[in-house]
């Protein structure tokens, strides 16, 4: 993966571990296990959330959380 620049890295890191959390069927906002109720989607892809907080959190500005 390319090193992303200083002020980046904290995003780039964000959108790996949502990626992660994805995989495993975890929220990707609480680490928590994930329920199909609670999903947002985004640019083609529908992330799952453990509640209606961290779909809300997630839908505020989901760039902050996925790769560009």
């Keep these: ?6 002020p ?13 959390a ?6 990707p ?3 928590l296990q994930s329920k199909p109720v609670y999903h947002a989607d985004y640019k083609d892809k529908t992330y799952h959330f453990c509640s209606r907080k ?3 959190e997630f839908s505020t500005d989901p760039a902050k959380f996925v790769k560009k």
């Design 1 to 6: 993966a390319r090193a992303a620049c200083p």
């Design 8 to 20: 980046c890295q904290p995003y780039r890191a964000a959108s790996e571990a949502i990626e992660e």
């Design 22 to 27: 994805e995989a495993a069927g975890l929220c």
């Design 29 to 31: 906002i609480s680490k």
């Design 54 to 56: 961290c779909q809300k």
